[in-house]
């Protein structure tokens, strides 16, 4: 009889992460009720993508997908599993599973984490600031969570490992299919050294799309989120509202009035969707527990 683990593994290749109708109906009624009312092939015929879901399912191949994921050194979780991130159950539309590589143990520490985000193009003050950020949050033991992508995200996981920190990069693709490519040595060194974390199949991979969708991963699993420099529509800042979607508390860094790298925090600041932030000990005030200071 089909367990709602291996359910969820089904649906999770067979479902892109865009399409947050299917995860929808795993939380709503469960993984293995929502794959016999696939298999059933009558309950769904309004969804548009229905017959490619469907043609999926009933080829899948248990033990395939098992072993493409053990292929890659990765592992799969869902929510049954006892280290399960109990704050993606947060987001409207919780992943159906995750892939990941690296120390799990990681996922057991992450009510002490942030995340920082930021322009792929900063400035040498924003390079600054988050290596300045992710360093002092190492000091204290504070998971560093990030995107893997060029400028802001890489310096905060590179800072994280120099001080001997644990990061966590969020895949856009798959743990065999790493984005931006020039990065793979730093991925390399975040799965051996920290965690890397994928809504998709090993080979899948990257795509536009699916950049805004893990962004809202990056805001659940971290207890709050840092902007440093981010141009006035860009991922950092539907990052950030994510973040404040699900009641975390997100900071942006202020900056040079005339950069157009500082437009994005001085909007989050001005629509009053972020506090300002000019250093870690200013974050903690606000996240950590009275009783824990």
Same mark, same amino acid.
């Not at 683990?5 to 929502?34: H, S, Y």
């Given at each position: 009889?089909?367990?709602?683990?291996?359910?969820?593994?089904?649906?999770?290749?067979?479902?892109?992460?865009?399409?947050?109708?299917? =995860?929808?109906?795993?939380?709503?009624?469960?993984?293995?009720?929502?794959?016999?009312?696939?298999?059933?092939?009558?309950?769904?015929?309004?969804?548009?993508?229905?017959?490619?879901?469907?043609?999926?399912?009933? $080829?899948?191949?248990?033990?395939?997908?098992?072993?493409?994921?053990?292929?890659?050194?990765?592992?799969?979780?869902?929510?049954?599993?006892?280290?399960?991130?109990?704050?993606?159950?947060?987001?409207?539309?919780?992943?159906?599973?995750?892939?990941?590589?690296?120390?799990?143990?990681?996922?057991?520490?992450?009510?002490?984490?942030?995340?920082?985000?930021?322009?792929? $193009?900063?400035?040498?003050?924003?390079?600054?600031?988050?290596? =300045?950020?992710?360093?002092?949050?190492?000091? =204290?033991?504070?998971?560093?969570?990030?995107?893997?992508?060029?400028?802001?995200?890489?310096?905060?996981?590179?800072?994280?490992?120099?001080?001997?920190?644990?990061?966590?990069?969020?895949?856009?693709?798959?743990?065999?299919?790493?984005?931006?490519?020039?990065?793979?040595?730093?991925?390399?060194?975040?799965?051996?050294?920290?965690?890397?974390?994928?809504?998709?199949?090993?080979?899948?991979?990257?795509?536009?799309? *699916?950049?805004?969708?893990?962004? $809202?991963?990056?805001?659940?699993?971290?207890?709050?989120?840092?902007?440093?420099?981010?141009?006035?529509?860009?991922?950092?800042?539907?990052?950030? *509202?994510?973040?404040?979607?699900?009641? $975390?508390?997100?900071?942006?860094?202020?900056? =040079?009035?005339?950069?157009?790298?500082?437009?994005?925090?001085?909007?989050?600041?001005?629509?009053?969707?972020?506090?300002?932030?000019?250093?870690?000990?200013?974050?903690?005030?606000?996240?950590?527990?009275?009783?824990?200071?």
């Amino acid at each position: 009889m089909l367990d709602e683990k291996t359910a969820k593994l089904i649906l999770f290749a067979a479902v892109d992460p865009v399409d947050t109708f299917w =995860q929808g109906e795993v939380l709503r009624i469960g993984a293995v009720n929502t794959y016999q009312k696939i298999i059933k092939g009558s309950a769904y015929l309004n969804i548009s993508d229905f017959p490619q879901i469907r043609n999926k399912v009933l $080829r899948a191949n248990v033990e395939y997908l098992k072993s493409e994921i053990i292929a890659a050194n990765a592992q799969f979780i869902s929510s049954e599993d006892f280290d399960w991130p109990l704050s993606c159950q947060d987001l409207s539309a919780p992943p159906i599973g995750l892939v990941i590589k690296g120390d799990r143990k990681l996922l057991t520490q992450l009510n002490n984490s942030i995340s920082i985000v930021g322009s792929r $193009r900063p400035t040498n003050y924003g390079l600054s600031v988050a290596t =300045q950020l992710a360093t002092d949050a190492c000091k =204290q033991e504070i998971v560093v969570i990030s995107g893997g992508a060029y400028g802001i995200d890489t310096a905060a996981h590179k800072a994280t490992l120099m001080a001997g920190g644990k990061t966590l990069a969020v895949l856009a693709g798959g743990v065999n299919n790493l984005y931006p490519f020039e990065n793979r040595q730093l991925f390399a060194k975040i799965a051996e050294n920290g965690l890397l974390i994928s809504e998709v199949m090993p080979s899948v991979k990257t795509m536009p799309a *699916r950049f805004l969708n893990r962004n $809202r991963l990056i805001a659940a699993l971290s207890m709050a989120t840092v902007v440093v420099e981010a141009e006035f529509v860009s991922g950092s800042i539907r990052t950030a *509202r994510d973040a404040a979607e699900i009641f $975390r508390p997100v900071f942006a860094i202020p900056g =040079q009035i005339s950069s157009k790298l500082s437009d994005g925090c001085h909007r989050l600041i001005a629509e009053r969707i972020a506090d300002i932030a000019t250093s870690l000990d200013e974050i903690l005030e606000v996240i950590t527990p009275l009783q824990l200071r």
